[in-house]
């Protein structure tokens, strides 16, 4: 599940992208429940040892970021660790060159 990068489920996570006052925007939790989601039904099609998630939460460009980042991160590694995912890829926003 790519969660990285800018794309949509980012975009979610982001505190500066993610104005929604509905169930998907506000709380640290909210503004996860899309990824999880598609994680939950991935692992539902598939199975938990083969689902991976890609996150890059200090990835900074077209204005994502998230200022709660580190926090993020840490809340959706725990959650996919509950979840037996077979791998968690973290990418640094360095691979650019920048």
């Known amino acids: 599940v790519h969660a990285a ?48 998630v890609r996150i890059s939460p200090n990835f900074v460009a077209h204005g994502i970021a998230d200022t709660e980042a580190e926090v993020m991160a840490l809340y959706l590694a725990r959650e996919f660790s509950r979840r037996q995912i077979a791998y968690l890829h973290i990418a640094e926003p360095d691979w650019a060159g920048g």
């Open 5 to 52: 990068n800018g794309y949509l489920l980012q975009q979610f996570m982001a505190t500066n992208s993610n104005l929604r006052t509905d169930a998907y925007g506000g709380s640290l939790e909210n503004r996860a429940r899309l990824t999880l989601e598609a994680v939950d039904a991935a692992i539902a099609e598939i199975g938990a040892d083969r689902v991976g």
